[in-house]
């Protein structure tokens, strides 16, 4: 406000013609209000601002050291940057790679022109070179407020230790390095995390829950498992595990210490502190059963908080979903009975066990979120373990086509290219 109202006293009132007046990147401030927070009070923000140029330009003149400005300067100014404000919030509130920050700038400066245009016809006096200034204020107020914006919010984003959804795209990408480490050293696991965050993005996104930090969250919630990939049951092949002949109470440490140390991999890659949330709230403060039970069998008295992740409890309505998609696959995958009917048992049952256990105590999720997500999880869980149909054995008329086709002395097309003969080098 300051900037413009020091500009404005400089180049108002425009008898030279020039437009200067709306060279100013002023969308820039709503825009980066919606990148970092939310659009409604980045709207608010920016019509805010115009009112208050508009005010500025045509009730202070005197302290503007203007002697006198014409009433379409101010309609000028309020429309201009008003509408523009509107269209880069608009467009960049969900934003989710660098180039539509760029799209975002040429947006914005396409509605400056046109409001420009629009009342440039309305004036009694116009001038064909008018229309060289006003696209070249345009252009530049436009692309500038853009830049200014991705520019901004990297380094508000991190100053303020907010996770902007460019980050969340870049995460979210499976070659990202975290992740690939994740794919060569526990497949198991990666696989198993790219289930849980389709099953939990379609969730979120039914019950109003930000569904990419969702997704990205449940691709690293088990990060720490990449450490001692072999203790965990979906990276084991079969036979016996390295839990054979171990104390329970041993074993169920290194199974709750995938968590912290998920969590120091996390601080180690730089991931941001809203996907770090999930790596520790995903178990919230759970018993590991398995072991806890085994050890219950040695002894019934056995210390039930030795066999308890350490949490804390999700703590907002996206970690809680990612709790919910995280024990629905595994228990989906652990049956036998992957019917229709006994999915949507099993998924009854765990959203019974985390209430009943009070680990959704502390987010603010409802009984009608709940439910909708519980709906999505059974339709995502019967199309994933949908059945296969058994093809029948092959005809005898395939089976000698097949055998004629690689029949001894018969050529067959190669999709490799021939070796270089040597000495050559290949081309």
Request: charged content about 20%; some cysteine; aromatic content about 6%.
């Amino acid at each position: 406000m300051l900037l413009a109202k020091v500009h404005f006293s400089l180049v108002l009132p425009d008898d030279s013609r020039r437009f200067l007046a709306y060279f100013l990147p002023l969308a820039a401030a709503p825009m980066l209000v919606a990148a970092l927070l939310e659009a409604r009070l980045a709207i608010v923000i920016g019509l805010s601002q115009a009112a208050l140029m508009m005010f500025a330009v045509v009730t202070l003149p005197d302290i503007s050291l203007v002697a006198a400005i014409e009433p379409v300067d101010g309609a000028r100014v309020l429309l201009v940057y008003g509408l523009s404000a509107v269209m880069g919030v608009y467009t960049v509130r969900g934003a989710e790679r660098v180039n539509q920050y760029a799209l975002s700038g040429v947006l914005v400066g396409a509605v400056s022109l046109a409001v420009l245009f629009a009342l440039w016809l309305l004036e009694p006096e116009r001038h064909a070179l008018d229309a060289v200034w006003m696209t070249a204020a345009a252009s530049v107020s436009g692309l500038s407020s853009g830049l200014l914006t991705a520019g901004g919010f990297t380094a508000v984003g991190a100053l303020l230790g907010v996770t902007t959804r460019v980050q969340l795209m870049e995460l979210s990408q499976l070659n990202a390095p975290l992740l690939r480490r994740l794919q060569d050293e526990a497949p198991g696991t990666f696989h198993h995390s790219v289930i849980v965050g389709n099953l939990a993005e379609r969730a979120a996104d039914l019950v109003g829950a930000d569904a990419l930090l969702v997704r990205v969250g449940c691709y690293y919630h088990d990060i720490g498992k990449v450490l001692q990939p072999g203790f965990f049951i979906e990276n084991q092949l079969g036979g016996d595990t390295p839990h054979d002949g171990m104390d329970p109470r041993a074993s169920a440490r290194i199974i709750a210490q995938h968590v912290q140390a998920g969590l120091e991999l996390a601080q180690r890659y730089g991931l941001p502190s809203r996907v770090r949330e999930f790596i520790v709230e995903h178990h919230g403060t759970r018993l590991i059963p398995y072991f806890y039970r085994m050890a219950s069998q040695q002894d019934p008295n056995v210390d039930q908080s030795l066999f308890r992740y350490a949490g804390p409890k999700p703590q907002s309505r996206e970690a809680a979903i990612v709790m919910l998609a995280d024990s629905a696959e595994a228990t989906v995958r652990a049956s036998d009975d992957r019917s229709p009917e006994r999915i949507d048992a099993l998924v009854d049952e765990v959203v019974a066990d985390r209430l009943a256990e009070g680990e959704l105590e502390e987010c603010d999720l409802t009984l009608r979120d709940i439910h909708t997500i519980a709906v999505s999880f059974k339709q995502t869980l019967r199309a994933v373990y949908h059945p296969r149909i058994a093809y029948p054995e092959p005809t005898e008329e395939e089976r000698r086509a097949l055998i004629g086709r690689f029949r001894p002395g018969r050529r067959t097309p190669s999709p490799l290219p021939p070796a270089p003969s040597q000495g050559r080098r290949p081309t």
